[in-house]
Protein backbone atom coordinates (compact mmCIF):
# COMPACT_ATOMS: atom_id res chain seq x y z
CA UNK A 1 0.00 0.00 0.00
CA UNK A 2 1.66 4.03 -1.01
CA UNK A 3 1.09 6.08 1.87
CA UNK A 4 0.89 9.79 1.17
CA UNK A 5 3.70 11.66 2.72
CA UNK A 6 1.97 13.44 5.55
CA UNK A 7 0.17 10.10 6.44
CA UNK A 8 3.95 7.89 6.57
CA UNK A 9 5.03 10.52 8.88
CA UNK A 10 1.88 10.23 11.06
CA UNK A 11 2.07 6.76 11.12
CA UNK A 12 5.67 6.92 12.30
CA UNK A 13 4.87 8.71 15.15
CA UNK A 14 1.96 6.24 15.64
CA UNK A 15 4.77 3.84 15.94
CA UNK A 16 6.64 5.54 18.50
CA UNK A 17 2.82 6.04 20.62
CA UNK A 18 1.91 2.42 19.82
CA UNK A 19 5.43 1.23 21.00
CA UNK A 20 4.82 3.03 24.20
CA UNK A 21 1.72 1.65 24.60
CA UNK A 22 3.31 -1.50 25.91
CA UNK A 23 5.56 -0.46 28.10
CA UNK A 24 3.41 2.21 30.12
CA UNK A 25 -0.74 1.02 29.51
CA UNK A 26 -0.22 -2.09 31.64
CA UNK A 27 0.55 -0.23 34.44
CA UNK A 28 -2.17 1.89 34.55
CA UNK A 29 -5.19 1.34 37.11
CA UNK A 30 -9.07 0.23 36.37
CA UNK A 31 -11.41 3.12 36.14
CA UNK A 32 -12.67 4.74 39.17
CA UNK A 33 -16.18 2.77 39.33
CA UNK A 34 -16.86 -1.02 37.65
CA UNK A 35 -18.30 -1.07 34.72
CA UNK A 36 -20.15 -3.87 35.89
CA UNK A 37 -21.43 -1.48 38.76
CA UNK A 38 -22.19 1.12 36.06
CA UNK A 39 -24.54 -1.39 34.41
CA UNK A 40 -26.24 -3.21 37.73
CA UNK A 41 -26.79 0.65 39.06
CA UNK A 42 -28.01 1.92 35.97
CA UNK A 43 -31.73 1.99 37.09
CA UNK A 44 -30.58 3.96 40.20
CA UNK A 45 -29.00 6.37 38.83
CA UNK A 46 -31.40 7.74 36.27
CA UNK A 47 -33.94 10.74 37.22
CA UNK A 48 -37.36 9.02 37.14
CA UNK A 49 -38.46 10.71 34.14
CA UNK A 50 -35.91 8.89 32.02
CA UNK A 51 -37.02 5.44 33.51
CA UNK A 52 -40.87 6.38 32.26
CA UNK A 53 -38.74 5.20 28.79
CA UNK A 54 -36.24 2.49 29.35
CA UNK A 55 -32.95 3.81 28.38
CA UNK A 56 -30.97 1.21 25.93
CA UNK A 57 -27.44 0.89 26.43
CA UNK A 58 -24.39 1.54 24.23
CA UNK A 59 -21.32 -0.77 25.65
CA UNK A 60 -17.91 0.57 24.49
CA UNK A 61 -15.80 -2.18 24.63
CA UNK A 62 -12.08 -1.29 24.05
CA UNK A 63 -8.25 -0.47 25.91
CA UNK A 64 -6.95 2.66 27.27
CA UNK A 65 -8.47 4.80 24.02
CA UNK A 66 -11.68 3.75 25.56
CA UNK A 67 -11.01 4.71 29.22
CA UNK A 68 -9.25 7.91 28.65
CA UNK A 69 -6.21 7.22 29.97
CA UNK A 70 -4.23 10.39 31.36
CA UNK A 71 -6.96 13.06 30.93
CA UNK A 72 -7.69 14.84 33.60
CA UNK A 73 -11.89 14.23 33.41
CA UNK A 74 -13.06 10.98 32.55
CA UNK A 75 -15.87 13.31 30.95
CA UNK A 76 -13.28 13.94 27.99
CA UNK A 77 -12.97 10.12 26.68
CA UNK A 78 -15.37 9.76 23.34
CA UNK A 79 -17.81 7.40 25.17
CA UNK A 80 -18.38 10.43 27.68
CA UNK A 81 -18.77 12.92 24.60
CA UNK A 82 -21.27 10.41 22.58
CA UNK A 83 -23.37 10.23 25.79
CA UNK A 84 -23.18 14.45 26.06
CA UNK A 85 -24.57 14.25 22.19
CA UNK A 86 -26.54 11.88 22.89
CA UNK A 87 -28.06 13.88 25.60
CA UNK A 88 -28.18 17.23 23.97
CA UNK A 89 -30.63 15.71 21.05
CA UNK A 90 -32.90 13.86 23.66
CA UNK A 91 -31.85 10.28 22.48
CA UNK A 92 -32.55 7.47 25.11
CA UNK A 93 -29.47 5.93 25.33
CA UNK A 94 -26.46 5.28 27.62
CA UNK A 95 -23.34 4.83 27.15
CA UNK A 96 -21.31 2.36 29.26
CA UNK A 97 -17.39 2.74 29.04
CA UNK A 98 -16.31 -0.86 29.64
CA UNK A 99 -12.50 0.06 28.61
CA UNK A 100 -9.46 -1.62 30.44
CA UNK A 101 -6.06 0.15 29.76
CA UNK A 102 -3.97 -2.92 28.51
CA UNK A 103 -6.76 -4.89 27.23
CA UNK A 104 -5.32 -7.49 23.72
CA UNK A 105 -8.17 -9.15 21.85
CA UNK A 106 -7.59 -12.24 24.12
CA UNK A 107 -8.37 -10.52 26.95
CA UNK A 108 -10.99 -8.98 26.15
CA UNK A 109 -12.55 -12.58 24.97
CA UNK A 110 -12.56 -13.56 28.27
CA UNK A 111 -13.87 -10.70 29.45
CA UNK A 112 -16.61 -10.25 27.41
CA UNK A 113 -19.28 -13.05 29.06
CA UNK A 114 -19.61 -11.27 32.40
CA UNK A 115 -20.54 -7.88 30.72
CA UNK A 116 -23.41 -9.89 28.72
CA UNK A 117 -25.84 -9.78 31.32
CA UNK A 118 -28.00 -7.14 30.27
CA UNK A 119 -29.85 -6.49 26.79
CA UNK A 120 -27.40 -4.15 24.54
CA UNK A 121 -28.81 -2.09 21.62
CA UNK A 122 -24.84 -0.83 20.25
CA UNK A 123 -21.68 -2.61 20.81
CA UNK A 124 -18.62 -0.73 20.01
CA UNK A 125 -15.58 -3.01 19.81
CA UNK A 126 -12.17 -1.05 19.97
CA UNK A 127 -9.57 -3.48 20.43
CA UNK A 128 -6.38 -5.18 18.24
CA UNK A 129 -3.88 -2.02 18.89
CA UNK A 130 -2.10 -3.78 21.75
CA UNK A 131 -2.26 -6.91 19.64
CA UNK A 132 -0.26 -5.71 16.79
CA UNK A 133 2.30 -4.51 19.39
CA UNK A 134 3.21 -7.98 20.85
CA UNK A 135 3.36 -8.78 17.05
CA UNK A 136 0.66 -11.41 17.56
CA UNK A 137 -0.43 -13.30 14.55
CA UNK A 138 -3.03 -11.14 12.87
CA UNK A 139 -4.87 -14.98 12.51
CA UNK A 140 -5.20 -14.96 15.97
CA UNK A 141 -6.18 -11.33 16.45
CA UNK A 142 -8.94 -11.83 13.78
CA UNK A 143 -9.83 -14.96 15.36
CA UNK A 144 -10.77 -13.18 18.99
CA UNK A 145 -11.89 -10.38 17.61
CA UNK A 146 -14.49 -12.90 15.47
CA UNK A 147 -15.36 -14.88 18.85
CA UNK A 148 -16.19 -11.56 20.84
CA UNK A 149 -18.41 -10.08 18.04
CA UNK A 150 -20.52 -13.93 18.11
CA UNK A 151 -20.44 -13.90 21.73
CA UNK A 152 -22.34 -10.53 21.62
CA UNK A 153 -24.49 -11.37 19.06
CA UNK A 154 -25.84 -15.12 20.58
CA UNK A 155 -26.34 -12.99 23.98
CA UNK A 156 -28.04 -9.69 21.78
CA UNK A 157 -29.23 -10.65 18.27
CA UNK A 158 -30.87 -7.30 17.51
CA UNK A 159 -27.62 -5.46 18.57
CA UNK A 160 -26.10 -3.32 16.20
CA UNK A 161 -22.11 -3.84 15.98
CA UNK A 162 -19.59 -1.05 15.61
CA UNK A 163 -15.90 -2.09 14.88
CA UNK A 164 -13.43 0.58 15.26
CA UNK A 165 -10.12 -0.31 12.93
CA UNK A 166 -6.63 0.18 13.87
CA UNK A 167 -3.31 0.38 12.39
CA UNK A 168 0.17 -0.49 12.99
CA UNK A 169 3.08 1.49 12.54
CA UNK A 170 4.99 0.89 9.44
CA UNK A 171 8.14 -0.43 11.80
CA UNK A 172 6.63 -3.86 12.16
CA UNK A 173 6.97 -4.55 8.40
CA UNK A 174 4.80 -4.14 4.98
CA UNK A 175 3.89 -7.58 5.26
CA UNK A 176 2.41 -7.36 8.66
CA UNK A 177 1.01 -4.26 8.74
CA UNK A 178 -1.34 -4.96 5.63
CA UNK A 179 -2.13 -8.18 7.19
CA UNK A 180 -2.82 -6.60 10.28
CA UNK A 181 -4.77 -3.75 8.94
CA UNK A 182 -6.69 -6.03 6.61
CA UNK A 183 -8.59 -7.57 9.49
CA UNK A 184 -11.02 -4.88 10.09
CA UNK A 185 -12.55 -4.85 7.17
CA UNK A 186 -12.39 -8.23 6.68
CA UNK A 187 -14.35 -8.83 10.11
CA UNK A 188 -17.24 -5.88 9.15
CA UNK A 189 -17.16 -7.72 5.58
CA UNK A 190 -18.02 -11.33 7.15
CA UNK A 191 -20.33 -10.36 10.07
CA UNK A 192 -22.26 -7.21 8.41
CA UNK A 193 -20.51 -4.64 10.80
CA UNK A 194 -20.45 -0.84 10.97
CA UNK A 195 -16.53 -0.37 10.24
CA UNK A 196 -14.83 3.03 11.49
CA UNK A 197 -12.00 2.08 8.89
CA UNK A 198 -9.14 3.95 11.45
CA UNK A 199 -10.01 5.45 14.77
CA UNK A 200 -7.15 7.59 15.32
CA UNK A 201 -7.65 8.72 12.07
CA UNK A 202 -5.75 12.21 12.50
CA UNK A 203 -5.07 11.93 15.50
CA UNK A 204 -2.11 9.19 16.00
CA UNK A 205 1.47 10.91 15.57
CA UNK A 206 0.08 14.43 15.53
CA UNK A 207 1.98 15.96 18.70
CA UNK A 208 -0.57 18.68 19.80
CA UNK A 209 -3.53 16.07 19.66
CA UNK A 210 -1.23 13.56 21.88
CA UNK A 211 -0.83 14.26 26.14
CA UNK A 212 3.18 14.67 26.83
CA UNK A 213 3.54 11.20 27.16
CA UNK A 214 3.67 10.87 23.57
CA UNK A 215 0.89 7.55 23.94
CA UNK A 216 -3.01 8.90 24.97
CA UNK A 217 -4.61 11.41 23.09
CA UNK A 218 -5.68 15.06 24.74
CA UNK A 219 -9.11 15.83 25.15
CA UNK A 220 -9.17 17.29 21.72
CA UNK A 221 -7.56 14.28 20.35
CA UNK A 222 -10.51 12.29 22.01
CA UNK A 223 -12.76 15.08 20.61
CA UNK A 224 -11.86 13.90 17.34
CA UNK A 225 -11.78 9.97 18.09
CA UNK A 226 -15.70 11.01 19.11
CA UNK A 227 -16.34 12.75 15.69
CA UNK A 228 -15.24 9.59 14.12
CA UNK A 229 -17.25 7.44 16.25
CA UNK A 230 -20.66 9.63 15.78
CA UNK A 231 -20.35 10.25 12.30
CA UNK A 232 -21.15 5.95 11.86
CA UNK A 233 -23.47 5.63 15.11
CA UNK A 234 -25.87 8.91 15.04
CA UNK A 235 -27.63 6.48 11.95
CA UNK A 236 -27.78 3.20 13.72
CA UNK A 237 -30.09 5.03 16.98
CA UNK A 238 -33.49 4.66 16.47
Known sequence: MILKLREFFHLVGFAVLLTSICLTVGCAG???????????????????????????IILFFGNSLTVGLGLEDKEQAFPALIQQKIDSLGLPYQCINAGLSGETSAGGRERIDWLMQQPLSVFVLELGAN????GIPPSATFENLEAIIMKVQAANPK?????????????????????????FPRLATSLDLTLIPFLLEDVAGIEELNQSDGIHPTAEGQQIMANHVWS?????LE
Open 30 to 56: PTDNSTEQQIQNKDQQEPAAEKEEERK
Open 131 to 134: DGLR
Open 159 to 183: CKIILAGMKVPPSMGQAYFSEFESI
Open 232 to 236: VLESL
